[in-house]
């Protein structure tokens, strides 16, 4: 199959936009409610009061954190949610987000159904200044109840003479505008300890762009500082290195998560639409850091991480089985068609065929029985977690067994990560 240009590949979607998706018949549980923000998006009505109730929108790392940060209520937990609001096919969404005197609501026009949200209020840290004199939101920013932080210098694929960035990636107009491009040890710890003693956070995410061969050598001196002075659950999601060997380091410095971010399963979309991925990396190297991650680690203690809404669903279901039967867990991200991106003028996917993948999601991870959603306090708002799409299990006995296990894995491992968050130094 030859690789298609980016406008068939266009027009393909265009016939799965959100105009083509049939309404859904009814009210929406919490995570068909999250998966259609996240496709669809939200306008905000005038009644909503953002600048005062809810978290500025900010653009950091690739971007796609640039939407309002909400949370949706259920049971037996909230979802958060980071609904586009900017890009311009927010302009044909259904949803509207008013103020009312219970709170704010959720409105889908279709149906005429409300959904109580809450927004994502701004931490109090985010106007004040580390000792070094950077302002904390341009060192780290909340997504969900998780602190992100880039570290390094801008994704080398955005290099401006030879630029080979992923092409649904913002990262090189953000990194140095809205956030710090270099950030000190010390502006990250401090910001993390405001993080983790006014907004209850437990997970700090490092991330990057491409930095160069033993770029995760970049991270160390933050894991180390983090795990020794503020005790927080250490995430790293750095493009794949060839050497194992800093993979075995990064763990006994205290890394409890890595990410591997290859985005597409077919090759075609893989080479089509990450040529820097491709030219110096390539797809298979992703796959070898995450199976060993994953071995050395322990199931569920890795994530694979993919676009869903770009190649074709079925590369994106051999995608999350692949991942699952490697022992890590999917983290799908729906495709948002970021402003200034060069697939800006995209269309996001139908909220169809995404309920169709987190189906998948759920019963894939069910069926192998991995354990999600064990650590504690972690919240993701730009996509579903494994544990989010819960919500989509219908009630079988292997439901009701797989949610039982969970549970109980969740309370038993609970002495183990509050002896992971204690700083070592105290
Ligand atoms: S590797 Fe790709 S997605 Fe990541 S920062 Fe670089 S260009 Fe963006």
Not at 29 to 39: M, T
Not at 76 to 94: I, M, Q
Not at 375 to 382: G, M, Q, T
């Amino acid at each position: 199959m030859s690789i298609q240009s980016p406008s068939t590949i266009a027009s393909d979607e265009r016939r799965q936009s959100p105009s083509a998706a049939p309404p859904p018949a009814g009210r929406l549980n919490p995570a068909e409610l999250k998966i259609d923000l996240l496709c669809s998006g939200i306008r905000i009505d005038e009644s909503c009061h953002i600048d005062e109730d809810g978290r500025p929108l900010v653009r950091t790392r690739a971007g796609l954190g640039s939407g309002l940060e909400m949370i949706i209520s259920g049971d037996p937990r909230d979802l958060w949610v980071n609904a586009p609001v900017v890009e311009p096919f927010v302009g044909k969404t259904s949803f509207r987000l008013q103020r009312e005197a219970s709170g704010y609501e959720v409105v889908d026009q279709r149906t005429a159904c409300r959904y109580p949200v809450r927004l994502a209020s701004k931490p109090g840290w985010y106007d004040r200044r580390t000792s070094g004199g950077a302002l904390m939101s341009r060192i780290g920013t909340l997504q969900g109840t998780c602190l992100s932080i880039y570290i390094g210098e801008t994704c080398r694929f955005w290099a401006p003479d030879h630029p080979m960035n992923c092409k649904f990636c913002t990262t090189g107009l953000n990194v140095g505008r809205d956030e710090e491009a270099e950030k000190s040890v010390e502006d990250v710890i401090e910001t993390a300890l405001a993080a983790k003693a006014e907004s209850g956070v437990t997970f700090v995410h490092f991330n990057s762009g491409y930095q160069g061969t033993r770029g995760l050598r970049k991270v160390f001196p933050y894991i180390e500082a983090i795990k020794k002075r503020v005790g927080l659950l250490v995430g790293v999601q750095f493009t794949p290195e060839q050497d194992m060997t800093l993979y075995d380091e990064a763990i006994r410095r205290g890394v409890e998560h890595f990410s591997f971010c290859f985005e597409f399963h077919n090759l075609e979309y893989f080479r089509q639409y990450l040529p820097g991925k491709t030219a110096l990396l390539g797809r298979d190297m992703f796959f070898r850091a995450m199976e060993y991650c994953s071995r050395k680690m322990g199931r569920g203690r890795v994530s694979g991480e993919i676009i869903a809404g770009i190649e074709p669903m079925q590369d994106t279901f051999r995608a999350i089985e692949y991942i699952v039967r490697a022992g890590a867990f999917p983290l799908v991200c729906i495709f948002r068609p970021l402003i200034g991106s060069e697939m800006e003028n995209y269309p996001p996917p139908a909220y169809g065929e995404m309920l169709r993948v987190f189906r998948h999601v759920y019963r894939t991870c069910r069926n192998h029985s991995l354990p999600v959603g064990i650590a504690p306090n972690i919240k993701v708002s730009l996509s579903l977690q494994p544990d989010d799409t819960l919500y989509l299990a219908t009630g079988t006995l292997a439901d009701r067994f797989y949610l039982t296990w969970m549970e109980i894995l969740r309370k038993a491992m609970r002495p183990y990560f509050a002896r992971r968050m204690r700083p070592r130094l105290q």
